[in-house]
């Protein structure tokens, strides 16, 4: 049984894959202080509480924080036997080119998006993830993964209003009822909610403008499913396109560990 791990900035989320499917999915904050034992005790009071009796032999990870994945190397290691394929790491094959300037670092998760879009979708994509970051993922027609585009995330945009201006509050992001507000909770989430929506047009379209081809638009991530509701952004939304890639990359490295 696989333990797919993905880490990022903000959340980090376990996933058991049975080989066919998901049996389940948990989420939790990502803190680099964090111990494998600690680890093993939440994921294993989990999987009690869920009656999930499966003996876990392979773990992926994938991870933008580079100081969580030791803890995660020992959880492997001291509690299901197994070395942890790494993405990002020289040993971890890629069914896919990475082509961009040398000696780029592309993240981990980035990487993974592109590969399970090109193993749901084909080629010529944008995947346009809703993380810590916005990131859109441009996908080669042959799935190559050729760059991309960050800008800051929804809820750091939000978080960064409230900071630089003593009279504005925290506010949740939401699709506002007008565009025009009439208190200052409303003016943020317009001015956060359509900013947004307009980032993410202008961008899909210069992208698309740039490689003079028709393009898919794969949208993931936490705050995904509030912008698919507006405007046609996307043309399919997929609340678990890394931990996907992640199978497709394990499936990979175990076809060609022996090559």
């Known amino acids: 049984m696989l333990l797919a791990i993905d880490c990022g900035n903000t959340n980090t989320v376990f996933s ?13 904050s990502t803190e680099w202080q964090r111990t494998a034992d600690q680890y093993y005790v939440w994921l294993s009071s989990l999987m009690s509480f869920q009656k999930i009796d499966v003996e876990i032999t392979e773990v992926i990870v994938s991870s933008t924080v580079p100081r969580v994945v030791f803890n995660l190397r020992v959880l492997s290691d001291r509690y299901f036997n197994c070395r942890p394929i790494v993405v990002g790491k020289p040993e971890c094959l890629l069914p896919i080119d990475v082509r961009v300037d040398a000696g780029t670092a592309v993240g981990p998760d980035r990487l993974v998006n592109t590969v399970a879009g090109h193993d749901l979708y084909g080629g010529d994509l944008i995947v346009v993830d809703f993380g810590t970051a916005t990131t859109f993922d441009v996908v080669a027609h042959d799935g190559a993964y050729v760059g991309g585009v960050i800008a800051p995330g929804v809820n750091l945009s939000l978080e960064a209003l409230h900071r630089a201006a003593a009279a504005l509050p925290n506010v949740d992001i939401s699709k506002p009822q007008c565009v025009v507000g009439t208190n200052t909770v409303a003016c943020m989430q317009s001015g956060v909610f359509w900013g947004y929506v307009g980032l993410v047009r202008e961008i899909c379209a210069r992208i698309k403008t740039e490689r003079a081809r028709p393009m898919k638009i794969i949208s993931t991530g936490g705050l995904a499913p509030l912008f698919q509701q507006s405007e046609a952004l996307f043309d399919a939304y997929e609340n678990q396109l890394t931990m996907h890639g992640l199978t497709v990359i394990h499936r990979y490295n175990k076809e060609n560990q022996s090559v």
Do not use: E, P, S, V
């Not at 058991?16 to 939790?28: E, N, P, S, V, Y």
């Open 16 to 28: 058991i894959w049975d080989g066919a499917k998901f049996l389940a999915t948990w989420r939790t």
